[in-house]
């Protein structure tokens, strides 16, 4: 990827966009590009924090493995996301396994140069903190939602999330709504089959397609009060 390929995806996220030119070009010459199979692993739960990463095109899926072997899906990230900046940060080993779902690139900066690079930049670190507060947020409604809501709600709002984060047309598997939403895959199946037979969704080519959030945001905040 050339140099310009490089700028135009910092220039596109939420945290670099208000970098100059030259920034954008100084903070490009220190990224690699680096590609990634379907399935193919970024880095493992426990690896040495050495790079941080952006989502150039593609996605990437974060993990956590437990002791029983079972994977439980944290995050998503898309085209101009960053992952594995806690660690970096904290100089501590990744907490979780970042996975591409799909033919994906990335670019990563070395942690001890992106360190550098935002050091006098205050603006740039706000921005990251601000990002971090937020999925703070989401992370304590997802704990919120696994400890005392039904699990039709916690599917409802895993789907609103996403809807959010990509739009209408949602390319996961029941599989992956299923870890996302802490349930089983059984359970996510019949709900799904119920939103597609309530005409709150549709299936497009192996996709899932929302097509009346408002109803799907009624399903989320359940049964009205008695």
Do not use: C
Not at 32 to 48: A, H, M, P
Not at 90 to 106: L, M
């Amino acid at each position: 990827m050339l140099n310009r390929a490089k700028i135009q995806v910092l220039r596109q996220s939420t945290i670099f966009s208000g970098l100059n030119q030259d920034e954008l070009a100084e903070l490009s010459s220190l990224a690699v590009q680096r590609r990634f199979k379907s399935g193919e692993f970024i880095f493992w739960e426990g690896d040495e924090p050495d790079w941080f990463y952006m989502v150039a095109e593609g996605r990437v899926k974060v993990l956590k493995h437990s002791s029983l072997g079972k994977d439980f899906v944290i995050a998503y990230f898309g085209s101009g996301e960053m992952f594995g900046e806690v660690a970096v940060f904290e100089d501590k080993p990744y907490p979780g396994s970042a996975q591409a779902v799909d033919e994906t690139t990335v670019l990563e900066i070395r942690g001890d140069d992106f360190r550098s690079f935002i050091a006098h930049r205050p603006g740039i670190a706000l921005r990251i903190i601000n990002i971090l507060a937020g999925r703070l947020r989401d992370a304590q409604s997802r704990l919120r939602d696994l400890a005392g809501e039904r699990v039709e709600q916690r599917l409802a709002r895993t789907l609103l999330m996403l809807h959010s984060k990509l739009g209408p047309t949602l390319p996961f598997t029941r599989q992956e709504i299923a870890d996302m939403a802490g349930t089983t895959t059984e359970t996510a199946i019949r709900f799904m089959s119920r939103l597609r037979d309530a005409g709150i969704t549709r299936s497009a080519r192996g996709k899932t397609v929302i097509v009346n959030e408002s109803r799907l945001r009624m399903l989320s905040e359940g049964p009205p009060a008695p």
